[in-house]
């Protein structure tokens, strides 16, 4: 009887939790519209290198009085808008009703600076995008909004386990200056300048296979730099495809397996994966864009591991997915207990706090500190050694230049409120007097700590460096029950740039010059997040604070629309114009040319531009895809011929990886012309059949 007891316990502990995993295409317009993250106006697409994914995970708790949910989703983008998650919740409940909402939808953006922009609907954002994209919008909503349904559809009985180890060699401090000016007490805790741990949550069915797999490390994704031109996931991206196909099978095309595994963001603000550090571009003499300068026109930059950008994003990619995968080995400890969020908007420049002492890990009660205006600094202009800036802004600048203050003036003129607030930094953009077209940057953004039994999750609204994300984390595991893990859930819901500690903002690099909200922003953090760890601990839910502005109304685009597409003379759309050779070994790269029209004229969701095809019959003439343009192996490029013939070109490859089947196959393109007077229309065309051996 007490074994019966037992059994039937521990089948209801097993039933009051459910996870769902769900993976859907979010990849926008993929040609002629420009990059967000490095604020490069030439950074235009004109192709994809991997497609991009939104990967979701519904976690269900039925152990109390009422369902609890929680819906975390990491996305192959540069960051969240929150118009982005407005659009996605409101068709959720549509579909679902009010059981998600903002208090526990999470969506956090990985980070790579090489998909398209014009999402985020904050001026400043969008500007360097020539304005807001609805092409990028709709892709990012759509392809969001399905993976979550997906994954509320494959909801079952799990368990859930967490784990980490130590990864090296796959990040450096980009701004250690920065990193140096905290007090040596709070340094001397750390082994290193970085975050080295790969923090890894793994959902198992009951039958103890796997449901999906999150991992969390600290790393810019800009291991493609700022000449790409190819839409890309970048490393985190790779990573997520790579563990993806151990799991599923090498077989399955990415995006298709029922198994989910993501890489999302976490304190990752001053942490490069460009390990071999900055050097001059000619000289090769190691630089700091700060007190090492380089020559006359000559850039400072990062690079590294590899012989290239591809080579580095597989080489940390790699490195990556083999940890996550030594530690989805391992045993793991079991996350039991409750499943809560506690969410709250908060607007920033209203916010007056108690100070946080680093070196005693406490509040200085007798002293109050407050939020500014949201305003970016010089410093912000000379951009990072991952992506130097356009003009010559050098990092540390704390004095001004009349000239670029009578540029800035003419824009927003900042108060001298606003310049004593944002002391020591220089103001260059008073974004948050700008007034026109509409707001530059957010005042209003979205803090919530997630619970999954002694996991505490952090969602938090821009780029933590690795102190800030350091103290968070302390503070965190300070008020909550121990033992306790604490992880930092970046670039999610609303994007507000840089969160640098109070000391580093005083040497005013890069990160410190896009902490908008001044030089207390991480102590309102401190402050806030600790407030929600409690209001979690005793089941209050938090005032929900002012709702951020619709945007919406007011948005303008300078991106000009596909007016038309035209094939040349005697040829149709989808012929191929530069055809393969008879025969490749492993290694060899196929290239192929078609008659195209715009990659814009449809995004193909969940399908493709390209697929490499394997003969499977002659007799029936049946082709099986063994490739897409989501995989590592494969490259479409788009080329413009003429814009006032409307006329271009695709080109097609693929790098036949070692152990490909011998066989006779093909490369297929497909894509979608918009005619001269009006309607959108499908094409498709294939090469001549080519063996490798």
Not at 379 to 397: C, E, V
Not at 656 to 682: D, E, M, Q, S
Request: aromatic content about 10%.
């Amino acid at each position: 009887m007490l074994f019966a007891w037992c059994v039937l316990a521990c089948v209801t502990a097993a039933d009051a939790l459910r996870v769902g995993a769900g993976i859907a295409d979010v990849t926008g317009p993929p040609a002629e519209i420009a990059f967000m993250g490095y604020a490069q106006l030439e950074q235009i697409g004109h192709g994809i290198h991997l497609r991009q994914f939104s990967r979701a995970f519904v976690i269900e708790d039925n152990s109390g009085d009422t369902v609890k949910r929680l819906v975390f989703v990491s996305v192959d983008a540069a960051m969240m808008g929150h118009g982005v998650r407005k659009e996605v919740i409101r068709r959720l409940q549509k579909r679902f009703g009010v059981i998600y909402n903002e208090d526990n939808v999470i969506i956090s953006g990985t980070h790579t600076h090489s998909t398209p922009g014009g999402f985020l609907m904050d001026f400043l954002f969008d500007l360097p995008i020539l304005g807001f994209v609805k092409e990028t919008y709709i892709a990012y909503v759509l392809g969001i909004y399905k993976s979550i349904v997906i994954a509320h559809s494959r909801l079952t009985s799990a368990r859930i386990k967490y784990g980490e180890a130590e990864l090296l060699d796959a990040n450096i401090n980009r701004s250690p200056k920065s990193y140096l000016n905290n007090p040596a007490e709070e340094r001397s805790k750390y082994k290193y300048d970085v975050d080295k741990t790969l923090s890894q949550v793994r959902f198992l069915a009951t039958t103890g296979e796997v449901i999906g797999v999150i991992n969390w490390f600290a790393v810019h994704p800009t291991s493609m730099n700022n000449t790409n031109r190819l839409v890309s996931s970048d490393n985190v991206g790779y990573a997520s495809i790579l563990m993806e196909k151990a799991l599923n099978g090498n077989n399955t095309l990415p995006g298709k397996g029922a198994i989910v595994c993501a890489f999302g963001s976490t304190n990752l603000g001053d942490v490069s994966p460009n390990t071999r550090g900055p050097h001059c571009e000619r000289s090769g003499r190691p630089c700091d864009q700060q007190e090492q300068l380089c020559g006359n026109k000559e850039r400072c930059f990062a690079s590294g591991p590899g012989r290239d950008m591809f080579d580095s994003t597989r080489i940390i990619a790699t490195k990556l997915f083999e940890t996550a995968m030594k530690v989805l080995r391992q045993p793991g400890e079991d996350l039991t207990g409750t499943v809560a969020v506690a969410h709250q908007y908060v607007k920033m420049p209203d916010e007056e706090v108690h100070p946080f002492d680093p070196v005693t890990e406490t509040f200085n009660i007798s002293v109050k500190v407050k939020g500014c205006l949201p305003a970016m600094g010089y410093s912000f202009a000379a951009g990072t050694t991952d992506g130097p800036g356009a003009f010559d802004f050098k990092q540390g600048t704390k004095t001004s230049n009349p000239l670029w203050n009578a540029v800035r003036d003419f824009i927003a003129e900042p108060t001298e409120d606003d310049v004593q607030c944002q002391a020591p930094k220089p103001i260059l953009l008073a974004t948050g007097r700008a007034k026109f077209p509409y707001e530059w940057q957010p005042r209003v953004v979205s803090c919530a700590v997630a619970r999954i039994g002694s996991l505490y999750l952090a969602a938090v609204p821009g780029e933590f460096t690795t102190m800030s994300g350091r103290r968070l984390r302390n503070i965190i595991s300070k008020t909550a029950p121990r033992p306790n893990r604490v992880v930092i859930a970046g670039l999610s819901n609303i994007y507000s740039d840089y969160v640098a500690t109070p000391e580093e903002y005083q040497v005013q690099r890069y990160e410190a010059a896009s902490t908008i909200y001044g030089p207390h922003t991480l102590d309102i953090y401190l402050n806030k997040y600790l407030e929600l760890t409690e209001a979690l601990l005793e089941n209050i839910t938090p005032e929900s604070g002012p709702d951020p502005p619709d945007l919406s109304g007011q948005l303008i685009t300078l991106v000009p629309p596909v007016l038309w597409d035209s094939a040349p003379w005697r040829k149709e759309f989808g012929d191929c114009v530069q055809q393969p050779q008879s025969s490749y070994s492993y290694g060899d790269v196929v290239v192929a040319s078609f008659v195209s029209g715009h990659p814009r004229n449809s995004v193909r969701h969940g399908r493709w531009y390209m697929a490499v095809e394997k003969l499977e019959s002659e007799i029936d003439d049946a082709w099986t895809v063994v490739a897409t343009d989501a995989d590592w192996e494969t490259k479409f490029t788009w080329h413009r011929d003429s814009k006032v013939l409307g006329t271009s070109h695709v080109e097609l490859e693929w790098e036949i990886p070692p152990g490909t089947p011998p066989g006779t196959y093909r490369l297929h393109h497909y894509g979608n012309y918009k005619y001269v007077l009006g309607g959108i229309y499908p094409y498709h065309g294939f090469t001549d059949s080519f063996k490798v051996s």
